[in-house]
């Protein structure tokens, strides 16, 4: 019954259609398109983390916002623990976001040496943990990851960045929102219109990153 369900759902989505027309890999890519036309994440020319990566939706969006396949563009850097299929202009890399391994990767990809440094202007994570079916056991498992991505984008972002993170509604994010609203100027909860109305996603946007010593 669920799986019918979900193909019902599919079949009526519009947003699903439209990604198809667009050569879009997921419907997600049109809930990054209306975060980026709201808060104007991503800039021609800026560096993007697109960790959990895989379909590619979203580095898709990113390549053709920051202008990626330019010679004088900005650059995409899509993680993932899975295999993903090339997206023009965009680096792909396939690894645990959370390992030393990861950090070091990236660094290479953007010239700076397994040294690292705070090099990058956008960190997002669209990435959702396993569902158990627990409502409060999923929550507890989505902020989890979520604070995983942003110790992540802690260590990377410039002075100024960005990081945007899928969440749930659910009272558990408290401490996370404490951290965020500490280290940026701006820290916004946003549910884009390409987001299913009946889901209890939403996302958080923080911008302009303070990086201090953290």
């Not at 569902?131 to 999923?138: A, I, N, S, V």
Request: overall charge positive; aromatic content about 6%; glycine content about 10%.
């Amino acid at each position: 019954m669920s799986s019918q369900l979900w193909l019902e759902r599919q079949l009526n989505d519009p947003y699903v259609a439209a990604a198809k027309r667009a050569g879009y890999r997921s419907r997600a890519a049109f809930k990054l398109i209306e975060l980026d036309d709201r808060y104007g994440l991503l800039k021609p020319g800026a560096v993007v983390v697109d960790l959990g990566a895989a379909p590619g939706g979203w580095t898709q969006i990113a390549a053709e916002r920051v202008r990626a396949a330019d010679a004088r563009g900005g650059r995409v850097i899509a993680i993932d623990l899975l295999a993903m299929d090339p997206v023009p202009g965009a680096t792909i890399l396939q690894a645990d976001f959370m390992t030393d391994r990861a950090l070091e990767l990236l660094a290479r990809a953007l010239g700076e040496g397994a040294g690292g440094g705070r090099h990058v202007d956008l960190v997002l994570s669209d990435m959702a943990a396993p569902t158990t079916g627990h409502g409060r056991t999923d929550h507890l498992r989505i902020i989890a990851l979520c604070e995983a991505a942003y110790a992540f984008a802690r260590d990377v972002l410039r002075p100024g960045g960005a990081f945007v993170a899928k969440v749930f509604q659910g009272g558990a994010e408290a401490t996370l929102l404490a951290r965020l609203k500490r280290d940026f100027a701006s820290v916004r909860h946003a549910k884009p219109p390409a987001s299913r109305a009946g889901s209890s996603e939403t996302y958080v946007v923080a911008q302009d990153f303070r990086a201090r010593d953290l």
